[in-house]
């Protein structure tokens, strides 16, 4: 009973230090650069198959509008999409207007706060599915 209680509190603290950016996180869950659009599964989702769902990141616009009290989807360490409530208002220095600072809160008890690099990383939207592109060859007539 002991152990399993110092392993959910190291387990937090890993978190908790990964959402205030102590770590990095690893670089397979970061969506891709060139697009900005990525696939991924929402962490509720407890089915053998996840459904998956397109996603794209907020860009620092769309961060600076967020309130206290708005709800936004965030990609979790595990490569999931969770939702986090924003706990306060997005901080912003006049000197430097594209520095900023987002806290969170996931779950009941979790809080942390994004800089400016991982919130632009970490803080995403649900896109619709893009359209495929389509490679079929033009009719050429005669």
Known sequence: MENTRNDSAATLDKIISLMQGDA???????PSVDTGIFKASYS?????????YYFSTLSLDEIKTLRYGDHSLCLLTNGRIGEVKINGAV????RDP???RVSVKY??????????HEALQRLCKRVPVPDPVENTPTEISK
């Not at 509720?44 to 998956?52: E, G, L, M, Q």
């Not at 779950?107 to 400016?116: P, V």
């Open 24 to 30: 990095n996180p690893p670089t397979p869950f970061c």
């Open 44 to 52: 509720s989702d407890r089915k053998k198959i996840p459904t998956v």
């Open 91 to 94: 901080k912003t220095w006049k």
């Open 98 to 100: 594209g520095k900023i």
């Open 107 to 116: 779950g009941l008890y979790q809080y942390g706060s994004f800089e400016t």
